[in-house]
T-cell receptor, first 112, second 112 residues
Framework: ETGVTQTPRHLVMGMTNKKSLKCEQH?????MYWYKQSAKKPLELMFV???????ENNSVPSRFSPECPNSSHLFLHLHTLQPEDSALYLC???????????FGPGTRLTVT | GNSVTQMEGPVTLSEEAFLTINCTYT??????LFWYVQYPGEGLQLLLK?????DKGSNKGFEATYRKETTSFHLEKGSVQVSDSAVYFC???????????FGTGTRLLVSP
């Protein structure tokens, strides 16, 4: 499969659960991103990884923990989330020297 | 800080109508400007871009012109189709920073 893929597409979790979101890109890009998309709010950049090194963390709470084991895979580990964390989580990849980012379809997360 | 403001939706049009979605930005300097589109159940896709003043980006019948004097990048299409129904996001980035700043998105609904 080409492009950026995300799994799962939908996730419902309790506040005490631990879960992980997965993102995979097959575009040969050297940067990967996590965004949070909430209703009626601009997309919020959460994390940026370049060549597997985290280069930006936009003051995201520690209950969100990213992991980038290689240039093709990106994870977002979730634990003790709050209901306000319910949102669409989008992964994107790109080339740092370029302006364009390519997005996956997102994971719709509901915290109960 | 840098920000993007879009008109609130939804914008509701009949097929073959003329479309304008307004976008203005606040930034120190001269960013590159983008329009992304998000179809139902999918991630964001780059629709068009402009990297300097007076540039016109175009794709799939959509156009937007980078207006430095009015700090605007309005999206237009002469004749919309039902398949254009989606959420449209205006965004900016400063070269070298790779941090896209998005607007809140404008939902377009086109009826037959």
């Amino acid at each position: 499969e080409t492009g950026v893929t995300q799994t799962p597409r939908h996730l419902v979790m309790g506040m005490t659960n631990k879960k992980s979101l997965k993102c995979e890109q097959h575009l040969g890009h050297n940067a990967m991103y996590w965004y949070k998309q909430s209703a009626k709010k601009p997309l919020e950049l959460m994390f940026v990884y370049s060549l597997e090194e985290r280069v930006e963390n936009n003051s995201v709470p520690s209950r969100f923990s990213p992991e980038c084991p290689n240039s093709s895979h990106l994870f977002l580990h979730l634990h003790t989330l709050q209901p306000e964390d319910s949102a669409l989580y989008l992964c994107a990849s790109g080339i740092l020297e370029s302006y364009e980012q390519y997005f996956g379809p997102g994971t719709r997360l509901t915290v109960t | 800080g840098n920000s993007v403001t879009q008109m609130e939706g939804p914008v509701t049009l009949s097929e073959e109508a003329f479309l304008t979605i307004n976008c203005t930005y606040t930034a120190t300097g001269y960013p590159s400007l983008f329009w992304y589109v998000q179809y139902p159940g999918e991630g964001l896709q780059l629709l068009l871009k402009a990297t300097k003043a007076d540039d016109k980006g175009s794709n799939k019948g959509f156009e937007a012109t980078y207006r430095k004097e009015t700090t605007s990048f309005h999206l237009e299409k002469g004749s919309v189709q039902v398949s254009d129904s989606a959420v449209y996001f205006c965004a900016l980035v400063f070269p070298g920073f790779q941090k896209l700043v998005f607007g809140t998105g404008t939902r377009l609904l086109v009826s037959p």
